[in-house]
């Protein structure tokens, strides 16, 4: 056990040497943001501040990620997020997207039944009925102490008055700028005064997006599902080919959903249950890898990785097998997938020593026979001082969604349609799926993989932690959950961990470039196909050290995330 812990410890130390230098972790008993944008991080901490609680918190720093990271933060998008009460009860609200109620099973195959791929990357066709703003308000609702009005205002004041844009937020606009050409509401949104490119020190202010908060804040929810922002969406819609009317807004439901649960090795696992994928698939994974201990195998060894891998096959055909929303497709056998006896009978067929066919597992789900996942998915990580605990994990699918700004009212739409299976009943080796749990049908919530996610132990949390990364989402929260419960590693090391990804199919692995590349090596030898990667993720995440001291781990994979506490915001002239 001694020898393992001193190689564990080689390994973090050499990942370490090669890696930007860990800072010191901000640490709090007064509560924690830890999110991807300082400003927005800034303004969960002014709730916590002003006496709110770990939802207030939360609300606050959407809606400020709505402005100041407008790749991923949203109100014109969906999320997840789960709440742990000091007592330890879980709730999970589900503001996923829903398809439009005009929209059908085949609405993005050419004349030829092929997937056009362009009809989910941008534009108006793209995007699925918004839910953040009708989620923020249900966990509110629930949980709130603070009023909504207060907690949407740093988002008013951002937007209003301007921030001031970081260089990772100035090569994303410059970016996206490219592909909003041909929607002038966006280039007048997002655009430099002048056609100019954004940089570093520069400031952004959003007018339109202001007055949208602002009737949010004064209105409620209701301006944005009945009222004139909703009239702004249904004529920009109406206008240029997109489906989403006013009854469509009028209709969207946040849901309040049961979390799902696990074990692993005395800790208690929660998640987001369907439509997520994440919450069933990382619980099942960590089952099939339980009894077979890999901390003897040590961390980062090719037999340790093959094993994680392998689990990861194995889940990832399940996900293409069974998961969609639970609305629609009731089938969905959650509690069996869930089981460590399922566990048992799944992960019977893994090799110690060679990779299984992934075509062969899945034989009856294929027909014959990579995406790059886009960065633009957020989560964050927040604690408050009764020890209240917020995982949430927010999307507009791609990098600023449907790059569509809405005319009038100044925010971002979702492309989040490309999450449904669009081809249905086709599955290939590629990696399109064509299951009919997550086919296209009207008012049907496009499956996910966000896995916002709470471990605790003895009734205490331990860890609160999601990523985005589209698929790869629940390789980076099993990576992270695995270093603290097997490997007994700080929030810090288990973040800093490199990550992999094997999703089924395409039956290849996904490995970040950190990994020791004598694991890689080895893990090719045992036939593994390798493709490396940059990074994977961007995990926000609070870990509790064993003397109940809150640490707040910012993933430094992304330049501009922070932690920030009620006394330390990232940026004291945020404090109000
Ligand atoms: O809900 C999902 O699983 C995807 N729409 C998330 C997309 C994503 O994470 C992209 N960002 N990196």
């Known amino acids: 056990m001694k020898v393992r812990l001193i190689a564990a410890a080689a390994v973090l130390a050499g990942l370490a040497a090669t890696h930007a230098p860990q800072e010191r972790d901000v640490r709090s008993h007064e509560g924690l943001v830890v999110c991807a944008s300082g400003p927005a991080c800034d303004a969960g901490a002014s709730a916590l501040a002003a006496g709110g609680n770990a939802v207030d918190a ?35 609200f ?72 970081s260089a990772a937020l100035a090569r994303s606009l410059n970016s996206a700028l490219l592909t909003m050409a041909p929607f002038p509401a966006s280039v007048a949104a997002y655009g430099k005064a002048g056609g100019a490119e954004w940089a570093a020190g520069d400031r952004l202010v959003l007018t339109d997006l202001a007055r949208t908060l602002r009737a949010i804040a004064d209105d409620g929810p209701d301006a944005f599902y009945r009222g004139w922002i909703a009239d702004r969406v249904a004529e920009d819609m109406r206008e240029n080919g997109g489906l989403i009317t006013r009854e469509d807004l009028a209709a969207y439901e946040a849901k309040v959903r049961t979390p799902v649960r696990g074990t692993y090795r005395g800790f208690d696992i929660v998640s987001m249950p369907p439509p997520s994928s994440g919450g069933v698939a990382l619980i099942q994974m960590l089952n099939m890898l339980e009894p077979l201990d890999l901390q003897a195998k040590g961390l980062l060894t090719p ?67 990579n995406a790059r996942e886009p960065d633009a998915t957020t989560h964050y990580s927040i604690v408050d001082r009764d020890g209240m605990a917020v995982a949430t994990t927010t999307t507009l699918e791609g990098s600023f969604g449907s790059h569509v700004v809405v005319k009038g009212a100044g925010f971002l739409l979702n492309n989040e349609m490309g999450d449904f299976n669009r081809r249905p009943g086709y599955t290939d080796t590629t990696g399109p799926i064509g299951t009919a749990a997550n086919v296209i049908a009207p008012g049907k919530r496009m499956l996910s993989s966000m896995t916002p996610t709470i471990v605790a132990r003895d009734g205490r949390v331990v860890l609160v932690t999601g990523s985005p990364g589209g698929r790869t989402i629940i390789n980076t929260v099993l990576t992270i959950v695995l270093g603290v419960t097997e490997y007994g590693l700080t929030g810090r090391e288990a973040v800093a961990l490199p990550r992999m990804h094997h999703q ?21 030898g045992m036939g593994h196909e390798i493709r490396t990667v940059a990074r994977q993720g961007d995990a926000h995440s609070v870990w509790i050290d064993a003397d109940g001291t809150p640490h707040g781990v910012r993933d430094e994979r992304s330049e501009d995330s922070r932690a920030a506490t009620p006394r330390e915001l990232t940026s004291p002239s945020q404090r109000r």
């Open 504 to 524: 089924w199919m395409p039956d290849r692995l996904a490995i970040e470039e950190r990994m020791p590349a004598a694991a890689v090596s080895a893990l090719r």
């Open 94 to 165: 589900d503001y996923r997207e829903k398809a439009p109620l005009a929209a059908t099973p085949t609405m993005y195959l050419d004349a030829e039944g092929a997937i056009d791929d362009r009809l989910t990357a941008s534009g108006h066709l793209a995007a699925g009925v918004p839910g953040t703003v009708r989620g923020l308000e249900a966990a509110h609702r629930a949980f709130g102490k603070r009023p909504w009005r207060e907690l949407v205002m740093p988002a008013i004041r951002l937007a209003e008055e301007g921030f001031t844009v």
């Open 303 to 369: 037999a340790a990785l093959h094993l994680q891998a392998e689990a990861m096959r194995r889940a990832f055909l399940d996900r293409a097998r069974h998961l969609g929303d639970p609305d629609f497709a009731t089938s969905i056998p959650v509690d069996r997938l869930l089981s460590k006896a399922y566990a048992a009978e799944a992960g019977a067929s893994i090799r110690a020593d060679a990779p299984s066919d992934s075509a062969v597992l899945g034989r009856d789900l294929l027909q014959a026979g």
């Open 58 to 92: 939360a609300v606050a720093t959407a809606f400020a990620l709505a402005v100041t990271y407008p790749a991923a933060g949203n109100i014109g998008g969906g999320g997840f997020m789960i709440v742990r009460t000091p007592s330890g009860e879980v709730t999970a």
